[in-house]
Every structure is written in C-alpha cells, then in structure tokens.
C-alpha cells in the first residue's frame, strides 16, 4: 500500500516506503552520475572522432540526453513497480506526463520526473525532497570544472569560483522547480521555468541612470512572484477532484 497525503506539501510522509530511501537516494546519485558519464561516451567508449562542428556537437549530447532518460525512466519504473498499471498514462501520470500537458524534456525528467517519485515512495517528506532533491541535479553540473580546468585551462581557482556560482543557483533553482513537480503533478510547470532560467540567465546589474527603475521593477517582481507562488500552483487547478483525491494523477489512492 502506498499512501500520500491529500495535500502534497502538507509536511507529512508522502509515502508508506514502498522504496527503501536508500534504495531511493542510490537510484538519484546513480541518475546523476550516468545523466552526465554518458555525455562523454561517444568519445571515450565508442571511440568516435571529436564533433566537428558545434551543429554535430549538440546533436551528440541531444541524443546522449536521449538516452540517459529513456534509461532513468525505466529504472525508476521497475524501482516504483509502476508494471502493475495496466493504463500507460496512469504510468506516465507518476512522472508528471499529462496527455494535456505535453513538452519536450531530458534534465525535468531525469531530476524531477523519475527521481521525486522514488524519494516520495522511499518516505522523505515533501518539504525534505524539496531541499535534498537539486543536490543530485547540481553534482551533474560538476564535469563542468572538468572542462573549464582540463579543457580550457582555467587556472583552480577561476574555475572553481565559477563552477561554485553555478551550483549555487542551479540549487536555488533546483528547490524551485522541485516545489512545482510536487506542487501541481504536472512536468510542464518545471520545464517551462528551466526554459525562462536558461533565456534569461543570471540577473545584469543595471547602469547609475536606470538603477532606481531596475530596483523597483525587481522588488514589484519579486512580491508578486511571494504572493502568486501558492496561489497559482494550487494542486485544485492542475488535479481531477472527482475521486476526492488533491495529489496529482491519483497518487494517494495508489495500492
């Protein structure tokens, strides 16, 4: 019997353990590593050439992404023993692949999609997933010290710093986009807002002549974002309430 509470971050258990949580944590840490040891593979394993243009390069990692989530999902499906839902999008439901909510995906899914599942059957609590989760999703940003000293021959310390600031922000960003998995069920929400981060980018600072506006904008963004951020992931507005269930796809009434 797996049970979850009717409202997804409600701090209680969110589910009876049908996953042991070191089971849980091993399978996220397992996802990480091989989300990113597979990018290098072509290379280092199958003995490819080098890309030759960053076109053939971006194909590469694509495909490689490819693949590391088709892997993620199956394990996470065979961990979750998910082979007892005769209705695939029940299955898929688990993962936050709504029919009405479709989007193209490879981190969302590997970080989000296959490893909150398995933390939310290992027993962790919601508000505990939240802040443990973007861990595994920051390390698999770690080969970029690797690059960044070995490849382009920054020196230890530059390449630290700046591998350090993204860490530091893919955590931040990664509690964020853990809350909306959790929050509304559905694996859009967090796809929509890793594609804003990544155009977006890091905040500029702006010049002595448009200071003021820039500081006014950011704090009436910033109290909007506080005051919408429950509201507007209700899991009212994203679940069906016909079976008395609040938690996306179902999941409290699973057994």
């Known amino acids: ?13 969110a589910a009876a353990g049908s996953v042991p949580g070191s089971a849980a944590l091993a399978a996220c840490a397992a996802m990480a590593i091989f989300y990113v040891a597979i990018l290098y593979s072509p290379t280092l394993i199958l003995r490819l050439p080098p ?11 694509f495909a490689c992404a490819i ?3 088709a892997v993620s999902v199956l394990a996470s499906a065979i961990l ?20 009405d909510h479709l989007a193209p995906f490879t981190e969302e899914m ?19 997933i939240i802040f443990l989760s973007p ?24 390449a630290f710093l700046i591998v350090g600031l993204q860490l530091g922000y893919t955590v931040i960003f990664g509690w964020y986009a853990s809350f909306l998995f959790i929050r509304t069920g559905n694996l859009i929400s967090p796809i ?54 609040s938690c996306w796809q179902g999941y409290c009434s699973w057994n």
Not at 1 to 13: I, T
Not at 51 to 58: A, H, K, R
């Open 192 to 245: 929509v807002a890793h594609i804003f981060c990544n155009m977006m980018g890091l905040p500029v600072l702006s010049s002595s002549r448009t200071k003021g506006v820039a500081t006014m904008a950011f704090a009436a963004g910033l109290a909007g974002f506080c005051w919408l951020l429950f509201p507007a992931t209700s899991p009212d507005l994203y679940n069906d309430q016909r079976d008395g269930c």
């Open 51 to 61: 890309p030759s243009s960053i076109d053939s390069f971006m194909i590469r990692r």
């Open 135 to 158: 861990v595994f999703f920051s390390l698999a940003h770690l080969n970029h010290f690797l690059e960044l000293y070995f490849q382009q021959k920054y020196s230890f310390l530059k």
């Open 67 to 69: 693949v590391s989530s």
């Open 80 to 99: 979750l023993g998910l082979g007892r839902f005769r209705d695939l999008s029940s299955v898929l439901g688990v993962f936050g692949i709504r029919k």
């Open 110 to 128: 590997v970080f989000r999609a296959c490893m909150i599942p398995l933390l939310l059957c290992g027993g962790f609590k919601t508000y505990t």
């Open 1 to 13: 019997m797996v049970v979850a509470p009717e409202n997804p971050l409600s701090g209680e258990s």
